[in-house]
């Protein structure tokens, strides 16, 4: 399990990066990269075009693939429910277009084994009733 997590680290890493690198001329306009004023109008202009594209899309009904395809980048979160790094209890993404975040998921997850240390639920609230019906880690 610790080493399926940890293979799902590296490539939801690499989905981020690979994302991030899709929009080189944004990650250029946010490093300062642009050379002069028309790059940067023009960078400008590409954006708010891709986000009036997308204003009356309803990003909560697709799919996860579906997201990835319409962001510059994806924002993970694990929560865990022990100091085990295979004790995964939550997995929050957040979607962006690279200006504003188009999309959240969050789903539980019952880790395995079952076993939570008070302290990881002083921080993130969540407790064993709460993953009871949820899948395993292998079943997201």
């Known amino acids: 399990m610790e ?4 293979l799902l680290v590296i ?3 690499s989905i981020v990066i690979m994302l991030f690198r899709r929009d080189k001329k944004l990650s250029q306009q946010l490093a300062g990269g642009s050379k002069n004023q028309d790059e940067k109008k023009e960078v ?4 708010e075009n891709e986000v009036a594209a997308t204003e009356n899309v309803d ?3 697709m ?10 980048f994806v924002a993970f979160d694990f929560e865990t429910a022990n100091e085990e790094l295979s004790s995964a209890c939550a997995l929050g993404l957040a979607f962006s ?4 975040v188009i999309a959240t998921r969050h789903y539980f997850i019952k880790p395995t084994p079952n076993r939570f240390e008070s302290q990881n639920i002083e921080i993130h609230g969540i407790t064993p009733e709460m993953v009871a ?4 880690f292998d079943k997201i």
């Open 59 to 61: 990003f909560e009904k």
């Open 133 to 136: 019906d949820a899948p395993t």
């Open 63 to 72: 799919s996860l693939a579906e997201l990835g395809e319409q962001s510059a």
């Open 11 to 13: 490539s939801m890493v």
């Open 44 to 47: 400008n202009e590409s954006r």
């Open 3 to 6: 080493i399926l997590v940890g």
């Open 97 to 100: 277009d690279g200006l504003k």
